[in-house]
C-alpha cells in the first residue's frame, strides 16, 4: 500500500506519512496555510485515518485551495464562496461513513459564509471545521475580512474601524461542543487538536491564526507572525490518546483534566492559564473575552463537550450510507401504491 | 316561496345546465372555509361528474377574502372558467364587487344580513340566515366561525340536486379520524340542507345529475404527486426551505417518509430531511448528497431559484445530480406569492451566470407530476447535473381528479458510477472524459475503497482529469462536452403529447395550460379553425418537436407569463422559424381559461 521508500514507517493502516499528502501547493513561500496542511497531513498519519474515506471542501479564497494540497486519497470539492457548510451537510447526510474535513477562511466563513456557518455548527454536522484565519482577503489582494482587529491597519494603510467577529466565541454561543484556536507557528498544539478533532463525532470548530505573509504580516497588523506570536497565550499543554493506541499514551506531565470522548478517546489537559476549565462554557466565553479585551490570543481547547449528537444521530438515520442503500429499502412496493391510490379516491 | 323538491325527479328545464356549470364561493380565509369547498367538490365528485376546484386565496393566514371556484364539466373539461353561475357570497367586505362582476342570471347564495339583493336585477338571489342556522345546529359557540361555512355545503347541495349521503361521506373523508368534527360538520351541512328543503323553490337553472365518469378516479394535488413520485424514486436527502407554493411537496413527502421510508429491521430513517436555512443551502446540501452518491431533492418557488442559482450553476460545470421542483408562482419579485404562472421558463432552462442549460421536465397533469417526478431522480443520477421539474401554483396546490398512477416498475438508472473493482480494471480513468461520446463521464463516489478514483471537484476551470486548468483548450473541452451531454437528452427526456384535429397551424402549451388549450382547441373547432396541438413535456427540445416546428404554418405558443418566454426559447433555438411563433399570453395570476386563448388566436386569425 505504500509508494514512499520500504523505510519509511508506517501507520498502523500501513500507510506512509507520504499516503497523506496533496498536490505542491501553491500559495506564496512562508504562508500560515501550508504550516496547517503539514499538521493535518501528520494528525492524519498518527490518527490512522482511512484516506478513501476523507472528504475535503472548501469555498472560495486562499484557504480553499488548500484542500488539494493534503490526503490525495481522499475526494475534494471546491465549492464556492461561503458555502463550502451546506456542501459538508449534504454529503456527510449522503454518507455518514465519511471523515468530513471543511478549510475556510475568516472571509469565507466570517463574511459571505456566516449564514451557512452558524447553521452548519447549530446542527452539529460532523465535520472538522478550519478557519485558516489571516484577517485579510488575501486572493483578492489584501481587503479587510470581519475578523481584522478594530483599528488595525492594511498594507495600503487603511485603517479597519469596525468590531471583528470572534469564530470562537460565536460557534460555542450556538452550542458547538469542540472549540479550539490555534496559531500556525505553534505546530505541536495544533496537531494534538486535530488528533483530537478527528476523534470527536459533531462539529469542531478550529479558529487558526494564520498569517499572510503578502498582504498582512506588517507591522501595524495584528495578524502578523511577530505580533501573534508575542500575544499568544497557551492555556494548556494537551495530549490526546486515542482509544485503539491505549498503549502508546502521552499525557502531558501533570495533566489536570482528562477527557472523554464516546469512543474511548481521551484529551489530556495541563493547564498552563491558571483556573481555566474548557468543559465549563460560561468560564470559557469569559476568559475568552477578558483575554481579546487585552488584545491577545488565548490558544487551545478554549470549549470541549464530546456528548453532543451529531446531526445524523439527531435525525436517526440508518447505520449504512443513504447513498448506497439497495433499492428494494427505498422503493416501496405495489402494495404501497395501491394502498395511497384508495386513499385519494 | 317554499316549494316541495324531490331532488333528482324534478323535471328539468331545456335550459338547464347539467353537470356543466361554475360555482364560486366568496369566504375570509382562515374561517374553515376550505374544508367546506372541498367537501362540496368532494361530494359532486362522488356523483360520478367531473369536478376541478380553483383556490384563490390571499398570502395570509386569516382575514382576508379568499375565493373558491369549483367547476363541474360533463366534456371533462378542467380548467378554470372565466363564468360562474352559482356565487356564494360570505364575505361582506367582497360581497358588493363579486355582485357587480357576477354573470347576469347567476344564482346568489349569500348570508342574510349583507342585504344584496336590491344590488342587481339581473340575478337571482337566495338569502340564507347562516347565524340561525349555525346557532341552531351546532352547541359550541367558539365552533360556529368553523362551521358556519357548512351550512352553505347543504344549501348548495340541496340545489344542485346533490345526494346528501355524498355530503357526509365527502366530510367523513375530508375529516379522516376526527369523530367529533365529523357529527358537527355533518349536522351544520344537513341543517343547511333542510332548511334549503323547507324554504326554497327549487331551481333549474343548473343541476347536478348522477354520472359515471369519476368511477375509480383519485382527488390529488400535484405537490402531492410529485412527493410520491420522490418516495418511489427512493430519495434518500431532502434539503429544503419553506415557501409558497412549494412547502406542501415536502411537508406531504415528510408524512409519507414516516410511513413508508423506516427500515424494518431497525425502525431507523432512510431518508434524511433537513429544513436548511435558506434555499440557497438547500441546494447545496442537494447537490453535494448527490455528489456523494444519494438520490436528493428540494422543492422550491421562483425566489427560491434565484437563490439557488449560484449553486445550479455549480452543479451544471461539477456536475453533480440533484431533483429541483419549482413549483412557480407569480413574479417578478415576491411577487403575487399564493397566485399561478409560468414565469421561470427562462430562468430555469438557462439558470446561473455563464453558458448554462438545463435539463426540464414539464408535467401537464397528475400522473405526469408523479412520474417525471420519478424519472427526474433517473435523469439526474444518468446526467449527473441539476434536474427542475417545473410545475406551478395551479398544478401544484389546486385539487385535480386523475387515474390512480400506475406503478413505476422499472428499477432506478444509477447512471455511470464506477464501483472499486471497476476502478481497480479502468485504465486512464478521468472523471470528465467523454468514453462513449455521449458526454456523460463515468464518476466515482466519495468513500470508495482500494485507493482508486478520488478526484478534486471544482467550480473552477478543470480539465477532463479534474485538475485545476486554466488552459483554453481544457476550458473548451469540458464545455463543448456537456452542450453534448445536453445533445444526448433530446433522446432521454418525455416526448411531447399530440391532440391534432388536422391542421397547418399550430398551437403549443405546456404544464398547466393543458386543459385549457384543451377546451380552446374545441371551441376554435366548433367555429371552424381546426389546431393541431403539441404539448411541450421537455427541455431540450426533441425531434418530435423539430418536425412540429418545421410542418405548421404558425405556431401559437400559449403560457402563462407576460414576456412569452417559452416562445422566446423557440425562436432562439429555431431561428430560421422565427417568425411563426405568435404568443398567446394570460398572465394576471388567476389560471388560464380556455376563452383567454380563444380571444387571442381568433384575433391573430382576422389579422
Known sequence: MTTATPSAPTNKLGFTKQDYVGSKSTLCAGCGHDAITAQIINAAFESNIEGHLV??????????????????????????????????????????????????????????????????????????????????????????????????????????????????????????????????GNPKQLNAILKAAFAYEGTVVLDIISPCVTFNNHDASTRSYKHVKDHDFPLHDLGFIQYSEVEEVDIAAGATEVVTFPDGSKVAIKAIHEGYDPTDRFGAMKAIHESM???????????????????????NLVDEPLATLPEALVKPGPAVLEEIMQALM | MTASLAAPSTPLGAKTRINDFSIQVATVNGSGSQTANTVLLRAIFQMGVFVSGKNLFPSNIAGLPTWFTIRASAKGYVARKASNEMLILMNAE???????????????????????????????????????????????????????????????????????????????????????????????????????????????????????????????????????????????????????????????????????????????????????????????????????????????????????????????????????????????????????????????????????????????????????????????????????????????????????????????????????????????????????????????????????????????????????????????????????????????????????????KGVLAFGSSDPAVIEAQDILAEEGLKTDYLRLRALPFTAEVDAFVEEKQVVYVVEQNRDGQMANLFRETYPQHATKFKSVLHYNGHAIDAKCIVDQITAFEQK
Open chain 1, 55 to 184: 472528504t475535503k471542501y472548501s469555498g472560495i479564497g486562499c484557504s480553499s485551495k488548500t484542500p488539494a494540497y493534503f490526503i490525495n486519497q481522499g475526494w475534494g470539492f471546491n465549492s464556492v464562496h461561503g458555502r463550502m457548510p451546506a456542501i459538508a451537510t449534504g454529503a456527510s447526510l449522503a454518507n455518514r461513513k465519511l471523515i468530513n474535513i471543511g478549510v475556510s477562511g475568516d472571509g469565507d466563513s466570517m463574511s459571505i459564509g456566516m449564514g451557512q456557518f452558524v447553521h452548519a455548527v447549530r446542527r452539529n454536522i460532523p465535520m472538522i471545521y478550519i478557519i485558516e484565519d489571516n484577517g485579510v482577503y488575501g486572493l483578492t489582494k489584501g481587503q479587510f475580512s470581519a475578523t481584522a482587529d478594530k483599528g488595525s491597519f492594511l498594507k495600503s494603510g487603511a485603517k479597519n474601524d469596525l468590531p471583528p467577529v470572534d469564530p470562537c466565541t460565536l460557534a460555542i454561543e450556538l452550542g458547538c461542543g469542540f472549540v479550539a484556536r490555534c496559531f500556525s
Open chain 1, 293 to 315: 479585551a487585552k488584545g491577545e490570543f488565548l490558544t487551545g481547547l478554549l470549549y470541549i463537550n464530546p456528548t453532543q449528537p451529531p446531526l445524523p444521530q439527531v435525525l
Open chain 2, 94 to 504: 367582497t360581497a358588493k364587487e363579486d355582485i357587480a362582476k357576477a354573470d347576469a342570471g347567476a344564482l346568489v347564495i349569500y348570508d342574510e344580513p349583507l342585504q344584496l339583493d336590491k344590488l342587481r336585477a339581473d340575478l337571482s338571489y337566495i338569502p340564507v340566515p347562516f347565524q340561525k342556522l349555525v346557532t341552531a345546529s351546532c352547541p359550541e359557540p367558539k365552533l360556529h366561525k368553523l362551521v358556519k361555512n357548512m351550512i352553505y355545503v347543504g344549501v348548495a347541495a340541496r340545489l344542485l340536486s346533490v345526494d346528501m349521503e355524498e355530503v357526509k361521506k365527502a366530510i367523513t373523508k375530508q375529516l379522516k379520524g376526527k369523530a367529533k368534527a365529523i357529527e358537527i360538520n355533518q349536522a351544520a351541512a344537513v341543517a343547511g340542507y333542510d332548511w334549503a328543503m323547507e324554504n326554497l323553490e327549487d331551481q333549474d337553472h343548473i343541476k347536478v345529475v348522477r354520472d359515471n365518469k369519476t368511477n375509480g378516479l383519485i382527488i390529488v394535488d400535484g405537490n402531492e404527486a410529485c412527493a410520491l413520485g420522490a418516495l418511489f424514486a427512493g430519495v434518500t436527502v431532502v434539503g429544503w426551505y419553506p415557501i409558497t407554493p412549494a412547502s406542501s411537496l415536502v411537508e406531504t413527502f415528510i408524512e409519507y417518509a414516516e410511513e413508508y421510508r423506516k427500515d424494518p429491521a431497525t425502525g431507523k430513517s432512510t431518508v434524511a430531511i433537513v429544513q436548511m436555512e435558506d434555499e440557497l443551502a438547500s441546494a447545496g446540501v442537494v447537490l453535494a448528497a448527490g455528489w456523494a452518491g444519494a438520490r436528493s431533492m428540494t422543492s422550491t418557488a421562483g425566489p427560491g431559484v434565484s437563490l439557488m442559482s449560484e449553486f445550479i450553476g455549480l452543479g451544471y460545470y461539477v456536475e453533480a445530480p440533484g431533483v429541483f421542483f419549482n413549483v412557480a408562482r407569480t413574479g417578478p419579485s415576491t411577487g403575487l406569492p399564493t397566485r399561478t404562472q409560468q414565469s421561470d421558463v427562462e430562468l430555469c432552462a438557462k439558470c446561473s451566470h455563464g453558458d448554462t442549460q438545463h435539463i426540464n421536465l414539464y408535467p401537464g397533469n397528475m400522473e405526469e407530476c408523479f412520474q417525471f417526478a420519478y424519472d427526474a431522480f433517473d435523469l439526474a443520477e444518468r446526467f449527473q447535473t441539476p434536474i427542475f421539474v417545473v410545475t406551478d401554483l395551479d398544478l401544484g396546490m389546486q385539487n385535480w381528479s386523475s387515474k390512480p398512477f400506475a406503478y413505476p416498475s422499472k428499477p432506478y438508472d444509477r447512471g455511470k458510477v464506477l464501483n472499486q473493482q471497476q476502478l481497480a480494471e479502468a485504465k486512464d480513468w478521468g472523471r470528465y472524459k467523454d468514453v462513449d461520446g455521449d458526454g456523460i463521464c463515468y464518476r466515482s463516489l466519495p468513500g470508495t475503497a482500494g485507493g482508486k478514483g478520488s478526484y478534486f471537484t471544482r467550480g473552477s476551470g478543470h480539465n477532463a482529469y479534474a485538475q485545476y486548468s486554466e488552459k483554453p483548450e481544457d476550458y473548451v473541452e469540458v464545455v463543448d462536452r456537456l452542450r453534448r451531454k445536453y445533445e444526448t437528452a433530446k433522446t432521454h427526456v418525455p416526448t411531447p403529447v399530440f391532440r391534432n384535429l388536422g391542421s397547418v
